[in-house]
């Protein structure tokens, strides 16, 4: 992202130190210390780590798994990664609209499978979903994934965009998923 909007100021929020580390690390790596900060810090705290309505965007990827549900991962760290145990949907919801501005959107990728549980999340925090497109990995295979767009502040009305499939039947990448690895 850092590369791709040249012009933004990043901060990532990151509640295990390791992987918070690993980040920062990764930011050195790539020279991007002056427009990527990570924080760790839990998210639910976004306010003190980052301030109310201070971004135009918010990206996540949250935890995909109730507590409760799946097998749990005797790995601390991917058990966090995975379950709800940090924090649930709706906290993520709720952070998000405290950091965006108003008009400001979220993106998140999430399970397809849960996409109703995201969608009542956002509208309950209010953040009102506007774009919706599934991921599928292989043409014939059912959606994996889900990636939605949801606004502050927005009217009611969702856009359903064309499926994305990732994998030719090769195994390869599609072009459309080529491009978007190669910043196309």
Same mark, same amino acid.
């Given at each position: 992202?850092?590369? /791709?909007?040249?012009?933004?100021?990043?901060? =990532?929020?990151?509640?295990?130190?390791?992987?918070?580390?690993?980040?920062? #690390?990764?930011?050195?790596?790539? &020279?991007?210390?002056? /427009?990527?900060?990570?924080? #760790?810090?839990?998210?639910?705290?976004?306010?003190?780590?980052?301030?109310?309505?201070?971004?135009?965007?918010? *990206? %996540?990827? +949250? +935890?995909? &798994? +109730?507590?409760?549900?799946?097998?749990?991962?005797?790995?601390?760290?991917?058990?966090?990664?995975? #379950?709800?145990?940090?924090?649930?949907?709706?906290?993520?919801?709720?952070?998000?609209?405290?950091?965006?501005?108003?008009?400001? *959107?979220?993106?998140?990728?999430?399970?397809?499978? &849960?996409?109703?549980?995201?969608?009542?999340?956002? /509208?309950? *925090?209010?953040?009102?979903?506007?774009?919706? &497109?599934?991921? #599928?990995?292989?043409?014939?295979?059912?959606?994996?994934? @889900?990636? @939605?767009?949801? *606004?502050? =502040?927005?009217?009611?009305?969702?856009? @359903?965009?064309?499926?994305? @499939? %990732?994998?030719?039947?090769?195994?390869?990448?599609?072009?459309?998923?080529?491009?978007?690895?190669?910043? =196309?």
């Amino acid at each position: 992202m850092a590369r /791709r909007f040249e012009q933004a100021k990043i901060y =990532g929020i990151e509640i295990q130190e390791d992987l918070a580390q690993l980040a920062a #690390h990764n930011v050195h790596l790539n &020279r991007m210390e002056d /427009r990527v900060q990570i924080l #760790h810090g839990d998210w639910r705290q976004a306010d003190t780590l980052v301030g109310e309505r201070v971004a135009d965007v918010v *990206c %996540t990827n +949250p +935890p995909y &798994r +109730p507590i409760g549900s799946g097998r749990l991962s005797p790995n601390t760290q991917r058990a966090i990664a995975k #379950h709800e145990i940090s924090g649930t949907l709706f906290d993520v919801m709720s952070a998000a609209r405290t950091l965006l501005k108003p008009s400001g *959107c979220l993106w998140m990728i999430y399970p397809a499978s &849960r996409l109703v549980d995201a969608l009542m999340q956002m /509208r309950a *925090c209010p953040l009102e979903p506007k774009q919706l &497109r599934l991921v #599928h990995s292989r043409c014939q295979s059912e959606a994996e994934l @889900v990636v @939605v767009k949801a *606004c502050k =502040g927005a009217n009611a009305g969702i856009s @359903v965009l064309p499926v994305l @499939v %990732t994998h030719r039947a090769d195994g390869g990448f599609t072009k459309e998923m080529a491009a978007m690895i190669d910043g =196309g």
